[in-house]
């Protein structure tokens, strides 16, 4: 087994999970297996009780393990399914420890951070780094492994220490260090500055660790004498020297990194160029061409309550790239405060509100993201509702779509009261109620996590359609209220349909509006599964919708034979992927449903 660490200096929030995925995906395009380990130092078990304010998202993965958003870069750049122990905690590492010690595994010894935390530690990453992700058989080549945080911080000395032992454990040409760090340019003379790199190494050294590889972020390329002056204070060769520029988007930093040739520099430090290949990257390349030429936008307006941090929805606006990529159209987002479209906002702050209404008017679709708590729930109801009454294209996640349900009871059926008890628990029409196997007490894991099955009850809706015409799908979860089984029969008398169920049927899982051109609900999170080449179905319906295209790619997907469709239905994510032409090769099916082709 070979191993990649990622390192990051000076400040944090320098890209390092992109890098560690675009150096897994360019090792994979030479023809290596690869899979990835995030390693986050904060105390906590795991990221699923922090505030997206402070850490982004909680990514899900398909085990129901909420993990660091890195994670899903992970997936999206390499097409891997990870686990939760791909994701290393030191309150993981702790517990593991304790749960050791209390069961008197360590024989009477006290218990410390060397050898025992640092032995348990290495262990994990040897462990984790066998299991595949890839759905073949047999252990991934490289192991990429993400340090989070930055060099000097006291809560990562565990893991330096724990690396450090780890570099001699697995021996020479087996281990890589690529060391992330900042080159900054300062305004008032234009020159890159190398002293803040220079510290940074000097501080990894001192810590029993020393980089093979510099990837300097920089504004721009690093001038010949810059990478002369890092090559020889940090005792880095200069073609080991790598330049991270600022790019249009994500998808070049992996052509960054082919450009300069940092796969050969790995695969010569992991004893691997006779084995690996020439990077096999044009397909990446002609998806980064179409992304930076897109001219024509469509113009969704995510309604939530995190607006501010565009990192909270980062799977969301992934997902949205994906979509409109694949419809040719360059995707511009309104982000609509879910809270300025209420009433209040209207007294309190007029502007905003007026602000917030003209965003959301203007906009060709509506998603409104999943979350927790009350705040801003008027809001996305009257988003629900906007988009309803005037025919506009709807996406609702999670939350979303229990917010559609609320909007459809008190708007149709007249139940002016209908809420979700956990905005209301006194409600006298609860349409959204608490799942009865979830916890009042414990917040931490105990909602309905992971990857779960969803049936379709109707074969002619949008969703199945979009879905490649499945009988079911496998999408992840991470909610612990549903729409009231007791309240589903008069709704569809109403007119909403719930056109997929879990398999019971007892559980809501999709909702359509049948009379609306483009009206969906989702209890899932569909964007978890959303690659680049591979779009999320109901985000592309959604954007197809919003530039109207829908119609063109609903008619593609019911005419598809059964025989490329398959009968067992369709699970999203590394399934067997099947591309067939039609027509004039405007969509084709993928193990991901029906998408644009990017030819």
């Not at 191993?3 to 000076?10: D, N, P």
């Amino acid at each position: 087994m070979k191993y990649v660490l990622v390192t990051g200096g000076v400040v944090s929030g320098l890209g390092k999970g992109v890098t560690a995925s675009s150096i897994g995906l360019v090792l994979k395009s030479c023809g290596l297996r690869v899979t990835s380990i995030k390693i986050d130092p904060y105390l906590n078990t795991d990221a699923g009780t922090m505030s997206p304010f402070e850490h982004g998202e909680v990514f899900v993965l398909d085990d129901g393990g909420e993990v660091d958003l890195d994670l899903g870069n992970y997936e999206r750049f390499l097409d891997i399914k990870l686990t939760s122990d791909n994701n290393i905690t030191t309150g993981k590492i702790y517990q593991h420890v304790i749960n050791k010690e209390r069961r008197g595994d360590y024989l009477g010894k006290t218990v410390q951070v060397v050898p025992h935390i640092t032995d348990a530690i290495q262990e994990w990453i040897e462990r984790v780094a066998m299991i595949p992700v890839d759905g073949k058989e047999g252990p991934p080549d490289v192991c990429v492994i993400e340090l989070g945080g930055t060099i000097g911080d006291i809560e990562s000395m565990p893991f330096i220490e724990a690396l450090g032992q780890f570099s001699y454990r697995v021996g020479p040409g087996n281990f890589c260090l690529v060391h992330v760090s900042l080159v900054p340019v300062l305004n008032v003379v234009g020159e890159q500055k190398t002293k803040p790199t220079q510290h940074s190494v000097r501080g990894l050294r001192g810590l029993g660790l020393s980089p093979h590889i510099l990837a300097c972020r920089s504004s721009k390329a690093l001038e010949e004498n810059v990478i002369e002056k890092l090559s020889q204070f940090c005792h880095v060769p200069a073609s080991n020297i790598i330049t991270l520029y600022d790019v249009t988007n994500i998808w070049q930093v992996p052509l960054l990194l082919k450009e300069q040739k940092a796969h050969e520099a790995i695969l010569k430090q992991l004893s691997l160029l006779s084995v690996a290949g020439v990077p096999m990257l044009e397909e990446w390349m002609a998806r980064v061409k179409i992304c930076d030429t897109l001219h024509d936008s469509v113009r969704i307006a995510i309604v939530g309550k995190y607006t501010g941090l565009t990192d909270a929805y980062l799977s969301v606006l992934k997902a949205l790239l994906h979509a409109s990529v694949a419809c040719r159209r360059k995707l511009v987002v309104e982000w609509v405060p879910a809270s300025d479209l209420e009433e209040a906002t209207l007294k309190e702050a007029p502007d905003a509100h007026n602000e917030a209404w003209n965003l959301l008017k203007g906009a060709d679709g509506v998603l409104v993201p999943g979350g927790f708590g009350d705040r801003g729930v008027q809001g996305k109801i009257l988003a629900a509702k906007h988009a309803r009454e005037n025919s506009i294209p709807f996406l609702g996640i999670c939350l979303g779509m229990q917010t559609a349900v609320i909007e459809y009871c008190r708007s149709v059926l007249n139940l002016h009261d209908a809420n979700s008890t956990e905005f209301d628990p006194d409600t006298t029409n609860p349409c959204v109620i608490f799942m009865p196997e979830g916890s009042k007490t414990h917040m931490g894991g105990t909602m309905r996590l992971g990857s779960r099955r969803t049936y379709f009850q109707v074969t002619d809706c949008k969703s199945a359609k979009l879905y490649g015409n499945a009988k079911f799908i496998d999408e992840r979860h991470r909610h612990r209220y549903e729409v009231n089984p007791d309240m589903v029969k008069e709704l569809e008398e109403a007119g909403l349909s719930f056109v997929g169920k879990d398999e019971t049927g007892k559980r809501m899982e999709i909702i359509e509006l049948p009379t609306h051109p483009y009206f969906i609900g989702v209890q899932f999170h569909p964007e978890y599964k959303s690659r680049p080449g591979k779009p999320s179905a109901p985000f592309l319906g959604l954007i197809a919708a919003s530039c109207g295209q829908l119609d063109g790619l609903l008619g593609k997907a019911s005419r598809l034979p059964r025989s490329v469709l398959g009968s067992k239905g369709y699970q999203n994510g590394n399934s067997n992927k099947t591309k067939k032409q039609i027509g004039k090769g405007s969509f084709c099916l993928n193990g991901n449903g029906v998408h644009a082709l990017t030819s």
